[in-house]
Nanobody
Framework: QVQLVESGGGLVQAGGSLRLSCAASGSIFSLSNLGWYRQAPGAQRELVARITSGGSTNYADSVKGRFTISRDNAKNTVYLQMNSLKPEDTAVYYC???????????WGQGTQVTVSS
């Protein structure tokens, strides 16, 4: 069983930056695909960024050029660097791990990001 713990959320002014971290327990981290998702009040959870076990990345159009996902397999941690934040980026951000070709999925508890205008 893998546990994910997010950190780094908070309140920031528009135009500012935050870096989210998601630390994982267990030994399958380096073999897993990882993603950051977000859910705003009244909205569905949406993919923000994803990084595969091989390091390939993809991003939602709304964050391209502003957010960067990265991973450190030695630390079992995935990061989301968020720059040029906008009020519409306000949401709870969740980390997700997928392993064994999608047969195992787990989520973190979420971390709140609030961007003030």
């Amino acid at each position: 069983q893998v546990q994910l713990v997010e950190s780094g959320g908070g309140l920031v002014q528009a135009g500012g930056s935050l870096r989210l971290s998601c630390a994982a327990s267990g030994s399958i981290f380096s073999l897993s695909n990882l993603g950051w998702y977000r859910q705003a009040p009244g909205a569905q959870r949406e993919l923000v960024a994803r990084i595969t076990s091989g390091g390939s990345t993809n991003y939602a159009d709304s964050v391209k050029g502003r957010f960067t996902i990265s991973r450190d397999n030695a630390k079992n941690t995935v990061y989301l660097q968020m720059n040029s934040l906008k009020p519409e980026d306000t949401a709870v951000y969740y980390c997700r791990l997928d392993a064994y070709f999608g047969r195992y999925t787990t989520w973190g508890q979420g971390t709140q990001v609030t961007v003030s205008s």
